[in-house]
């Protein structure tokens, strides 16, 4: 675990410089556009839909008002709508943070690392734009379906707190383990890699993972206090990107470092069966084995 631990405090000190914090700006920027638009014009018709469709086809309405009232806050049940429609939501806003510092923030990241701290590390670029896009579309993907499979068993106290991280954990490692050796390994390098350190990587995604649950929190929290919710949403916006960004630094300084020792056990292991084999056995007489 020490390399994990080196990385981390590594990233944590990169994430405090300044070109560093730049680099949330733009994806930040975006994410907020996107979601002011959709959020301006869609946020009422899914409101209505959920209404109409779910909650007065199903009792929902009278249920919704029911236990508030019972619990004594029954001014919740205004807002119960609004708060499940922004967690329906909640995928799609962490896939639209995900995007826009996959395609702005990492390769920035990690021109960064490998010229400040392995600027000998050779670059094969084995990674591509379509393997990253396919890589963070599937992912996502299969993020979202076991999302909402396993939305149930959240109900069960220790599941909902161990879901979200093992989900986080695998979806971080599975997007930035490419992004941070898309550069710099051959195709043969990365896929050995991702397999050698498939549980350290899952590691700092688990961790990363709790760190992304801080954003959720203030965003789906925004939903109960609707007059502050734009400002709390944008807030909980920057800290995706935040938190995306530093995990793009963790994940690059362990890769990276992995990717040189892995090439110099190889250089090393070629160069001693280079050795073996140049040594011609010597016999008693002073000739070799060559010379007979």
């Avoid at 599937?138 to 499979?149: E, K, Y």
Wanted: with cysteine; net charge positive.
């Amino acid at each position: 675990m020490r390399p994990v631990l080196v990385a981390f405090g590594r990233a944590l000190l990169s994430l405090l410089h300044f070109r560093v914090l730049m680099l949330t700006l733009l994806p930040f920027l975006l994410a907020i556009l996107v979601w002011g638009l959709a959020l301006w014009w869609g946020l009422q018709p899914i409101i209505d839909w959920l209404q109409k469709n779910y909650f007065a086809a199903n009792d929902g309405i009278g249920l919704a008002n029911y236990i508030p009232a019972w619990l004594g806050l029954g001014a919740l049940k205004t807002v119960i709508i609004p708060w499940l429609a922004l967690w329906a939501l909640l995928p799609l806003m962490i896939l639209t943070a995900l995007l826009f510092v996959g395609a702005f923030a990492l390769p920035a990241i990690a021109r960064y690392v490998g010229r400040r701290h392995f600027p000998a590390l050779e670059q094969r670029k084995g990674g591509s734009l379509i393997g990253s896009a396919w890589t963070s579309f599937s992912a996502f993907m299969l993020f979202c379906l076991l999302w909402v499979v396993t939305l149930p068993l959240w109900l069960i106290p220790p599941f909902a707190l161990l879901i979200p991280l093992v989900l986080w954990g695998w979806l971080t490692y599975r997007v930035f383990a490419y992004e941070a050796l898309a550069a710099h390994a051959d195709k043969h390098e990365l896929r050995a890699l991702l397999r050698i350190h498939r549980w350290p990587l899952l590691v700092i995604g688990i961790v990363t993972g709790a760190l992304g649950a801080a954003p959720t929190i203030i965003w789906l929290g925004g939903a109960l206090w609707l007059v502050v919710f734009p400002l709390l949403a944008a807030g909980s916006i920057w800290l995706y990107v935040l938190v995306f960004v530093f995990t793009g630094l963790w994940f690059e300084y362990y890769c990276l470092q992995a990717l040189a020792k892995y090439r110099a056990a190889n250089q090393a292991a070629a160069m001693l069966a280079e050795s073996d084999g140049s040594h011609a056995i010597q016999l008693p007489d002073g000739k070799n084995m060559d010379s007979l």
